[in-house]
């Protein structure tokens, strides 16, 4: 079945930087759209950011962009999650997130795979 596994969270100062990493098995990865969410403490999950199979389209949150920058390895199996110039604000539990279609389609339906989580904790 399909699996992804997230790596890579900790406990950093506010603009330190952070690299995550969202290991895919189980499915062929180049007809995957991957992205990645996240979830603070008492709020709603959130989208931050999307890339396309062939990473020709990447989409992220007005509140990372320029700072953090979405990528894929498809001969790793792997999609990263390089968070520079951290925030407090940004701590939360960072999800990984797939679906087997075109971007298009991901942004209107939403993923249907998911990731247990990394925990990403930015002190101030």
């Known amino acids: 079945q399909v699996q992804l596994v997230e790596s890579g969270g900790g406990l950093v100062q506010a603009g330190d930087s952070l690299r995550l990493s969202c290991a895919a098995s189980?499915?062929?990865?180049?007809?995957?759209?991957m992205a990645w969410f996240r979830q603070a403490p008492g709020k709603e999950r959130e989208f931050v950011a999307v890339?396309?199979?062939?990473?020709?389209?990447?989409r992220y949150a007005d509140s990372v962009k320029g700072r953090f920058t979405i990528s894929r390895d498809n001969a790793k199996n792997t999609v990263y999650l390089q968070m520079n110039s951290l925030k407090p604000e940004d701590t939360a539990v960072y999800y990984c997130a797939a679906r087997d279609s075109h971007w298009a389609i991901f942004e209107l339906r939403g993923p249907n795979y998911w990731g247990q989580g990394t925990q990403v904790t930015v002190s101030s």
């Open positions: 890339i396309s199979r062939s990473s020709s389209t990447t």
């Open positions: 189980g499915l062929t990865f180049t007809t995957f759209t």
